[in-house]
């Protein structure tokens, strides 16, 4: 078995995540070094060893796990992504504007209902 690269996309969300796959990866026979990206959700496995073993390996910590595909076809789509990063950021722009009406509404109705208070009494 010669040395290669096996490269995983795996659904890693905090840095437990990424201590899991690690122990894994540390313990795991024919491996000479690793990286693995929390961003990216990208693990990059080189040793001897074979992929089927290395996705089994990982898969065991529970994490959603898959061979990545070819960076050639996953490079058009980044710009998909900035632009729903891009929509994303502009939906919790609206988010955080609208609470602020949603308080300065709030705040005028006890305003009201004080001066009903008041001119009922």
Request: net charge negative; aromatic share 2%.
């Amino acid at each position: 078995m010669s040395s290669q690269t096996v490269v995983l996309k795996v659904g890693m969300s905090c840095q437990g995540c990424v201590g899991a796959v690690n122990r894994v990866l540390g313990k795991m026979e024919g491996v000479e070094s690793f990286d693995i990206n929390l961003k990216e959700q990208k693990v990059t496995v080189k040793g001897n060893v074979e992929p089927e073993a290395v996705l089994q390996t990982v898969a065991k910590t529970g994490k959603k796990t898959a061979f990545w595909e070819n960076e050639a076809p996953a490079l058009p789509t980044q710009p998909e992504n900035k632009l729903s990063e891009n929509a994303t950021a502009a939906a919790s722009t609206e988010v955080e504007i609208k609470p602020s009406e949603t308080s300065a509404i709030a705040s005028a109705e006890p305003e009201n209902k004080a001066s009903e208070t008041a001119t009922v009494a």
